[in-house]
């Protein structure tokens, strides 16, 4: 289980006129959240409004000002040390996230190391990648290809692949299928519901979009302006009571249809 407790970002403002004294700009304001074993929260907000940011406080790239975070009773940024693997990321730019000059072995070999040295049990990596990609909709040959000769879909299911590999307890999604078209994102997401109900996997799924929130997601949480608007099942969005999410969805749902 995550917990996220009373978080606190702020950042140093570029342009203040103090000399002596730095001044800040607060982009996440007392966020209080959890999701449970097995359950994909949704965190869904306009451009600018933190989305990322929670991402990053989450999978350790910021430390917070104030509060603290919780995964599996290890309170991360605390005096103990995060476990390595115990939680993985895919980003929206996968072309970015890999090294372009590592194979599809070499990608994954890197999160199979990681497992290897946590539960101390030796792996055949090949053996384990070919099975891998197997579970991601991938043949054993694309284990030699390099991620220039892979499409965005292709490329975007050896991260997943990527992720599953060290066993996390979580895995954050960060706009994870938005540069993909319509087709390819419906499979990603079948792809990755099949992947949880197989691990029983916690997902945190970060993004724009409203349909693949409702086919994800259990809850959803709306972001506004860095505090937390509203928190609901997804099977009751419909039924939001905070006027951000209720114009939230309103906009979506008029961009959508037009
Ligand atoms: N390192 C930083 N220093 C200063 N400001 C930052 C930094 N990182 C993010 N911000 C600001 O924090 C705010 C939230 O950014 P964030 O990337 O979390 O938004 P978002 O909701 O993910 O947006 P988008 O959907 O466009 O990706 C923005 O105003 C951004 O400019």
């Known amino acids: 289980m995550l917990t996220v407790d009373n978080l606190v970002i702020r950042f140093p403002k570029p342009h203040s006129k103090l000399i002596f004294k730095k001044e800040y700009q607060t982009i996440l304001h007392n ?73 599809v072995r070499d990608i994954i070999k890197e999160s199979l190391v990681v497992l290897q040295r946590r539960t101390q049990v030796k792996l055949d990596f090949d053996k384990e990648t070919i099975e891998l990609l197997e579970l991601v909709g991938l043949s054993a040959d694309f284990i030699n290809r390099y991620p220039h000769q892979l499409s965005g879909g292709q490329l975007q299911r050896v991260c997943i692949a990527r992720a ?42 970060i993004t724009h979009d409203l349909p693949s ?30 006027e951000y999410a209720r114009k939230l969805l309103h906009s979506i749902l008029e961009i959508n249809r037009e």
Do not use: W
């Not at 449970?36 to 406080?57: A, F």
């Not at 919780?70 to 040390?81: A, F, Q």
């Not at 599953?164 to 390819?184: G, R």
């Not at 959803?220 to 860095?226: A, D, E, I, T, Y």
């Open 31 to 103: 966020i209080t959240f959890s999701v449970k074993q097995g359950e994909c929260l949704g965190i869904l907000g306009e451009s600018g409004s933190g989305k990322s940011t929670i991402g990053k406080v989450i999978c350790g790239l910021l430390t917070p000002y104030k509060g603290t975070v919780t995964l599996s009773d290890t309170v991360l940024y605390g005096k103990e040390k995060i476990e390595p693997g115990i939680l993985s990321v895919v980003f929206q730019d996968y072309t970015t996230s890999v090294n372009s000059r590592f194979t």
């Open 213 to 242: 929130v409702t086919y994800m997601c259990d809850r959803v949480l709306f972001l506004n302006k860095g505090q937390v608007a509203e928190i609901i099942p997804v099977e009751m969005i419909s039924e939001v009571r905070s």
């Open 164 to 205: 599953i590999a060290v066993k996390p307890e979580l895995i954050l999604f960060d706009e994870a299928i938005s540069s993909l078209d319509a087709h390819t994102q419906v499979q990603i997401m079948d792809l990755l519901m099949k992947v949880k109900a197989i691990y029983n996997f916690t997902y945190i799924f």
